[in-house]
């Protein structure tokens, strides 16, 4: 599967953006798929993850209440709404995917086969 992430963009604390993940081909529904992010200096992070019927879905710490991911299979995407943004959000978002599910990894990167590329959300103070 080939992943194609957009929506980034610069954003005032307290504002709020909607990333798109787009994902190629027609298996799409068998995938879990993720958000991860990075900021400069730091290591890549969970950020969600939704099962592939869309029914569970898991959060880090520092984003429940504030993000929610989704997905739409007939379209082939997933989403993450991000509101109450703060400066500390700012990174490159990752969007991946891997057919297997394991309640011990989907948190974690090597959980994850496919990743797309990134892209940037800045919020500024």
């Known amino acids: 599967v080939q992943l194609q992430a957009s929506g980034g963009g610069l954003v005032q604390a307290g504002g709020s953006l909607r990333l798109s993940c787009a994902a190629s081909?027609?298996?799409?529904?068998?995938?879990?798929m993720g958000w991860f992010r990075q900021a400069p200096g730091k290591e890549r992070e969970f950020v969600a993850a939704i099962v592939r019927s869309g029914g569970n879905t898991y959060y880090a710490d520092s984003v429940k209440g504030r993000f929610t991911i989704t997905r739409d299979n007939a379209k082939n995407a997933v989403y993450l709404q991000m509101n109450s943004l703060k400066p500390e959000d700012t990174a490159v978002y990752y969007c991946?995917?891997?057919?297997?599910?394991?309640?011990?990894?989907?948190?974690?990167?090597?959980?994850?086969?496919?990743w797309g590329q990134g892209t940037l959300v800045t919020v500024s103070s």
């Open positions: 991946a995917a891997d057919r297997s599910f394991s309640m011990h990894t989907v948190t974690l990167r090597r959980g994850y086969e496919y």
């Open positions: 081909g027609r298996t799409f529904r068998t995938y879990v």
